[in-house]
């Protein structure tokens, strides 16, 4: 089965840590994640700028950790990251803004890379949001 997956809470909440404890085992599993979309204060778990306390799981290192090592595809809604000051070079640069808060393995694109990720999955699986 092909999986579109979608993330809409931030790093600390627990849907965070349930999403990526489903794309680990979908994979596991035999199956395939087409597209990893995160949107609203999903695009926190890609900020580079998020500081995890000592006793608590950096979701966000082992979303990057888990997207590289399984060569995956993730986008972060570019509306939604720069609302929140999720920001690439290339938006720093175009809004003149000192820091950037992410990098590789993360794409900021719009909301159209969910809808074609719908079209070329069995499933869209959604965590988080209201």
Same mark, same amino acid.
């Given at each position: 089965? /092909?999986?579109? $997956? ?17 794309? !680990? ?7 395939? $994640? ?8 999903? #695009?926190? &778990?890609?900020?580079? %700028? ?6 608590? =799981?950096? =979701?966000? /290192? !082992?979303?990057?950790?888990? $997207? &590289?090592?399984?060569?995956?595809? *993730? #986008? #972060?809604?570019?509306?939604?990251? @720069?609302? +929140? *000051? #999720? @920001?690439?070079?290339?938006?720093? /640069?175009?809004? !003149? +803004? ?5 990098? %590789?393995?993360?794409? =900021?694109? *719009?909301? *159209? ?18």
């Amino acid at each position: 089965m /092909k999986f579109a $997956i979608a993330l809409f809470s931030a790093a600390h909440a627990p849907s965070s840590r349930r999403a990526l404890l489903f794309a !680990q085992a979908a994979l596991a599993g035999g199956h395939e $994640i087409v597209r990893l979309f995160f949107y609203q204060d999903g #695009v926190y &778990n890609a900020s580079d %700028a998020v500081v995890t306390p000592q006793d608590e =799981l950096d =979701l966000p /290192k !082992q979303w990057r950790t888990f $997207i &590289n090592e399984q060569q995956l595809d *993730g #986008v #972060v809604c570019i509306a939604a990251a @720069l609302r +929140r *000051g #999720v @920001l690439n070079d290339e938006e720093a /640069k175009r809004y !003149q +803004r000192d820091a950037l808060s992410v990098s %590789a393995p993360w794409e =900021l694109s *719009g909301l *159209g890379q969910l809808h074609d990720a719908v079209q070329d999955a069995d499933r869209l699986i959604c965590f988080g949001g209201a």
